[in-house]
């Protein structure tokens, strides 16, 4: 089991930036691939970024890509989501999961993939 916790959601206005965080706790945060996703209101869950076990590799989706940067610290067991030139289209729910998985480069942008979900953390950007 492990468990995630997201921080560092907020207002921010349109072209600002800001970052949100997830620690893991419950078990070895390296063995765990990363992925996060976000929500909007009366929208389905959308693939925002995912980084392997080792950070070696971050895979976006095609509306962030430039735009937001996805890292890891797992000598803190966390993962870091940059957002950067925000836009009132990013305003979510913005969710961290957890997966462990030999085959994470073909099934990153699944939320079915994950096994592990935060509660969350609202970003809000004003236009």
């Known amino acids: 089991q492990v468990q995630l916790v997201?921080?560092?959601?907020?207002?921010v206005q349109a072209g600002?930036?800001?970052?949100?965080?997830?620690?893991?706790?419950?078990?070895?945060f390296s063995m765990f691939s990363m992925g996060w996703f976000r929500?909007?209101?009366?929208?389905?869950?959308?693939f925002v970024a995912a980084i392997t076990r080792n950070g070696v590799?971050?895979?976006?989706?095609?509306?962030?890509?430039?735009r937001f940067t996805i890292s890891r610290d797992n000598a803190k067991n966390t993962v870091y989501l940059q957002m950067s030139s925000l836009k009132a289209e990013d305003t979510a729910i913005y969710y961290c999961a957890a997966v462990v998985s030999t085959?994470?480069?073909a099934t990153y942008y699944y939320e079915t993939t994950y096994d592990y979900w935060g509660q969350g953390t609202q970003v809000t950007v004003s236009s």
């Open 16 to 28: 600002g930036s800001l970052t949100v965080s997830c620690v893991a706790s419950g078990r070895t």
């Open 6 to 11: 997201e921080s560092g959601g907020g207002l």
């Open 103 to 105: 085959r994470f480069s």
């Open 39 to 46: 929500q909007a209101p009366g929208k389905q869950r959308e």
């Open 57 to 66: 590799n971050q895979y976006y989706g095609d509306r962030v890509k430039g």
